[in-house]
């Protein structure tokens, strides 16, 4: 039978496996949801899931549905069937390819094309790949630095202001505080104001510490921001913000 889907016309017979794009309370479907149709008409599609529940499908309300076959590897994390066949393409990694080598309960069988990798070799330097997502960090850089791991050592955390705060607990962070305070006040005595680049450095290099930092409680990272933000200057009233534009 052929019926009407949202990415255009595709036909459903008894048996054909079917795949939900997007999720759909009501149904009680969710995107990337498998099933099996029992039963095709022009307008309905009779679904059993791979659950056990079964499903009428109104295609006139809900036609967020494609022949079920094959799916993306994202589609596919949490799912688990019999058997599996995996083509490998050029854009995986070795975090896609966990997910879709793991799917099978008995067998899965790995598949790729020559236009994509010249050799085995080749498939296999892809498939393990490593490629950590990007932060903010790796794009403030000194000149020369390729990566995150090869970053110029210029800005580390013992250069940082209040390092100390982002290593130790809370009572470090209240007295590093504490300090700024005391500093903030001297400045002001002094009739000093920070221009806004140097306040923009210590906001980075503060962001330095805590990339360099070790691992940290969500309480500690606050505590530190916290004594951080203190220890910037503020400007006074009578400041021309003008001149920053």
């Known amino acids: 039978m052929t019926v009407q889907t949202e990415r255009g016309e595709r036909q459903f017979a008894e048996n054909d496996r079917i795949l939900f794009l997007r ?7 969710k995107n990337g949801s498998l099933g099996t149709v029992e039963k095709a008409s022009r307008d309905t599609l009779a679904v059993r899931l791979d659950d056990g529940r079964r ?6 309300s809900y036609s967020a549905v494609d022949h079920g076959y094959a799916a993306t590897v994202h589609k596919t994390q949490g799912m688990t069937v019999d058997r599996t066949h995996v083509l490998a393409t050029p854009g995986m990694d070795a975090h896609s390819s966990y997910v879709a080598l793991s799917r099978h309960r008995t067998g899965t069988a790995l598949h790729y094309g ?4 010249a050799d085995e070799q080749q498939l296999r330097r892809v498939l393990a790949r490593e490629r950590p997502k990007d932060m903010a960090l790796d794009y403030d850089r000194e000149p020369g630095a390729q990566s995150r791991g090869d970053r110029a050592p210029t800005r580390s955390a013992r250069d940082a202001p209040d390092a100390t705060a982002l290593r130790q607990p809370a009572q470090a962070a209240g007295a590093a505080a504490t300090r700024g305070a005391a500093g903030k006040e001297r400045e002001a005595a002094a009739g000093a104001v920070t221009p806004a680049p140097d306040r923009a450095k210590r906001l980075r290099e503060t962001f330095a510490a805590l990339a360099d930092a070790p691992q940290r409680s969500p309480e500690q990272t606050r505590a530190a921001f916290a004594a951080a933000a203190k220890a910037l200057p503020t400007p006074s009233r009578d400041r021309d913000y003008g001149a920053e534009l």
């Not at 999720?23 to 479907?29: A, D, T």
């Open 114 to 117: 020559r236009d994509d990798f």
């Open 23 to 29: 999720n759909e309370r009501e149904l009680g479907v």
């Open 55 to 60: 499903v009428e499908v109104d295609l006139k």
